[in-house]
């Protein structure tokens, strides 16, 4: 039975990196363009876009951005939960990294750059929102992408697919104390009720249907019905979903980029440099305990990206379309692809860093 599972996990994966995944980075600035110029000439299409908002949170930008999770959420299979204490190394590694230094170290470097280093160029207002914007981000592990860069690096699929689902589940309960703690040690006010809401509704509600789909369909129809003619169905979903998010963000953003584009490089500096941090801190950690590369490599990769569409979603509902905080999650989304396909390479190129090491 696993080695089903594992073989169809392992054609659910693109072999390649696809057009949209390739050249994320060349869409999301696409995007940024699109999104500029309705701003600027076209701005009775944000004006009308901002009528629609319940409690803070943007309508149209949630029905995007539940068609960005969802069809994520449907690939995660919470069966292999069982199996975590099987081989603890890998998985204590990717938790460790994830949630007790990665936040933290992300937070360091935001108040580094923004409030010390770049002081002269960053508004202390703005440094805030630039702030909040990167905590939300380090505090959101990646759980779609990660796929991709686990096959790239010739990762376990299996073991890629446990570190995912338990990463889920952790956000449920992790997620919205570190965001709190951290955000409140800035100043920052924050309304937990906003941000109860949008965890529930970005990732409680979409990851409960998902696992109620996923459950109805495999049982009715069998696990490689489901993995071969009812996932496809969702192929560009999310990809669909992020680019009109994106656009309606910097129809908002717009007159901010065009006033000041030195902010865009300014907040991608720490963002890279952190992304770079936590891969090494992981992956050098795993080659010290012995961890097979098919392990590491990809708990790096975890531990590097980020789950920016949760990060999008919940800067949208607590400070707006138009803030500093939403601003600097997509400038994730616009720096992450070059940044985690350099790792890859890294990966791959050290790959004889482990060929001492046995399996897990």
């Known amino acids: 039975m696993e080695s089903i599972i594992k073989k169809e996990i392992e054609k659910s994966e693109k072999k390649i990196l696809g057009i949209f995944e390739k050249y994320l980075s060349f869409w999301v600035l696409s995007c940024i363009g699109v999104g500029i110029f309705i701003g600027k000439f076209l701005p009775i299409i944000p004006e009308f876009l901002k009528k629609f908002e319940y409690a803070n949170v943007s309508i149209p930008i949630a029905i995007l951005i539940w068609l960005m999770i969802y069809p994520m959420m449907l690939k995660v299979d919470f069966s292999f939960i069982k199996d975590c204490f099987k ?149 560009h979903i999310t990809e669909i979903g992020l680019l009109f998010t994106l656009i309606i963000i910097f129809s908002f953003q717009g007159q901010v980029i065009l006033d000041s584009p030195l902010n865009i490089a300014l907040i991608a500096v720490p963002l890279i440099i952190q992304t770079f941090f936590i891969f090494f801190v992981t992956y050098l950690w795993a080659r010290f305990w012995k961890v097979s590369h098919d392990i590491a490599a990809p708990a790096g990769m975890i531990g590097a990206s980020n789950f920016f569409e949760l990060a999008v979603a919940v800067s949208i509902t607590l400070f707006g379309l138009n803030s500093g905080a939403t601003l600097v999650t997509v400038v994730g989304v616009l720096v992450e692809v070059p940044v985690m396909l350099l790792l890859v390479k890294i990966a791959n190129n050290t790959r004889y860093w482990f060929n001492e090491n046995k399996k897990f």
Not at 107 to 130: G, H, P, W
Not at 145 to 158: H, R
Not at 203 to 225: D, F, M, S, W
Request: charged residues 10%; glycine residues 6%; contains cysteine.
């Open 87 to 235: 081989h603890p190394k890998g998985l204590t590694i990717t938790l460790v990294s994830n949630w007790l230094i990665k936040p933290f170290t992300m937070y360091l470097f935001a108040l580094l750059f923004f409030t010390v280093i770049f002081q002269n160029f960053i508004s202390d207002s703005l440094a805030k929102e630039y702030i909040a914007g990167a905590v939300l981000l380090g505090a959101a592990p990646c759980t779609a992408m990660v796929f991709v860069w686990s096959y790239l690096v010739k990762g376990n699929p299996m073991y890629t697919l446990l570190q995912v689902a338990i990463n889920d589940l952790i956000i449920l309960v992790a997620f919205i104390p570190i965001v709190s703690f951290l955000l409140g040690i800035s100043g920052i006010a924050i309304p937990y009720d906003t941000l109860l809401l949008s965890v529930g509704l970005f990732v409680v509600i979409p990851l409960l249907v998902a696992y109620l789909t996923r459950k109805y369909h495999i049982k009715k129809n069998g696990h490689e019905c489901f993995e071969k003619q009812f996932l496809p169905k969702f192929k």
